[in-house]
């Protein structure tokens, strides 16, 4: 599976992924803290710029953006019609900040770092029997099966097609739960004898 | 069977599951209202892992969009998801699978028809009543609506995720026949 990560590398690739999280999490209860109209467009231009500064690594998330686009016009032109313009400037250059610079995080770093931040802020976690780098395990099961059960899914639904003559929908549901519990056990008793746990 | 592997390998397969109903394609409403099936997988992990793990199989699978795995319906991943104004159906998410799991082991589940029957109302409280709850206040908080729009505007999502609640009655009515020593609710 694909990740939103981008191999060109661009300046913001060289920050280390907790620094940039960081900033994301000062940047996000600032502007939700904030209702300073100056400090608010101050910090969108910032985090423009920032974002421009990618360059050609930003042309994939086009769809994203879009997306961004569409929930800023609904978001302020509901406002403007319900005569709270300002309000609406407001709710549109945060949703900008945040999502923009979440983007980028998302677009300069490898998620293995990211996990490895994860991993890091969940050591605390030790002493009431969590084992953080269960998570990296997880991770790497969870995407393994993801591919596995959308096959299990398609091949589902070709034989429902081919008895009814019709897609399987919801009616394939079940099955796909079923085999996917069965899979689950199997896949324990594999885990308990690798790892003996 | 180890009870720890099983843990690892249930969060793992019902996170990658509502991965898989990310993937495939939404249903729309004749109003113009999506079916996107990704809360159907918080409904089924609740009343199929219980609180515990329901709880972490959400977990799992937000933080693996959180480090940018598109697993969101339309492809969506990355922090930026975490900002947007429907953000807080996606915290609820966790809290919905978490309370669907208590309800479902806190209701009979002994015959096909009552686990059915509990399903329907653990998901209903769960994966409906609260995720909409974490919705409005997403809503109110980051679109700054009014509570009163917040709530006309969540509403029109519900009779979705109705029909998701008696899918997952039916889901859990299926697997209750078809493996009868499954556990529900944990």
Redesign the interface.
């Known amino acids: 599976m694909g990740s939103l990560y981008s191999d060109q590398r661009t300046w913001l690739h060289g920050v280390p992924a907790a620094i940039k999280l960081v900033f994301l999490a000062l940047l996000g209860t600032g502007v939700f803290l904030t209702h300073n109209l100056a400090v608010l467009l101050t910090s969108a231009a910032g985090c423009l710029l920032i974002f421009i500064f990618l360059g050609q690594a930003t042309t994939r998330t086009k769809p994203l953006l879009l997306g961004l686009l569409f929930a800023s016009l609904l978001i302020g032109l509901f406002h403007i019609y319900m005569q709270q313009p300002m309000l609406g400037a407001v709710s549109v250059l945060r949703l900008f900040c945040t999502t923009l610079m979440g983007v980028a995080l998302t677009l300069t770093t490898r998620h293995t770092d990211l996990l490895a931040v994860f991993e890091w802020l969940l050591t605390p976690l030790r002493y009431f029997g969590v084992e953080p780098e269960r998570l990296s395990l997880q991770v790497a099961l969870m995407l393994r099966f993801t591919e596995h059960f959308f096959i299990l899914w398609r091949r589902l639904d070709d034989a429902h097609r081919l008895r009814t003559g019709q897609a399987g929908g919801f009616k394939i549901l079940a099955p796909l739960t079923i085999q996917m519990l069965v899979a689950a056990r199997r896949v324990a008793d594999t885990l308990h004898v690798r790892f003996r746990r | 069977?180890?009870t720890?592997?099983?843990s690892?390998?249930?969060?793992?397969?019902f996170?990658?599951?509502i991965?898989?109903f990310g993937?495939?394609p939404k249903i729309d409403l004749p109003l113009g209202v999506p079916i996107t099936l990704q809360t159907?997988g918080v409904m089924?992990a609740g009343c199929?892992l219980g609180p515990k793990r329901a709880l972490q199989a959400l977990l799992?699978?937000l933080?693996?969009v959180?480090?940018?795995?598109?697993?969101l319906s339309?492809?969506?991943?990355?922090?930026?998801?975490?900002?947007?104004?429907a953000s807080g159906y996606l915290i609820g998410w966790p809290v919905g699978a978490f309370v669907a799991g208590w309800v479902m082991h806190m209701l009979p589940r002994t015959t096909p028809r009552s686990a059915a029957i509990s399903a329907f109302i653990a998901s209903a409280i769960g994966g409906l009543l609260v995720v909409h709850v974490f919705g409005v206040v997403g809503l109110v908080?980051?679109?700054?609506?009014s509570w009163e729009q917040a709530i006309m505007g969540t509403l029109v999502f519900v009779p979705g995720d109705l029909i998701k609640c008696a899918?997952c009655a039916?889901?859990v009515h299926?697997?209750a026949r078809?493996?009868p020593d499954?556990r529900f609710g944990g």
């Open positions: 069977m180890n720890s592997s099983l690892i390998a249930l969060v793992s397969l996170a990658a599951l991965a898989v993937l495939i159907l089924l199929m799992l699978f933080a693996a959180a480090i940018g795995l598109p697993l339309g492809g969506r991943g990355g922090m930026g998801v975490f900002f947007a104004p908080n980051i679109a700054n609506l899918l039916t889901v299926t697997v078809g493996l499954w």
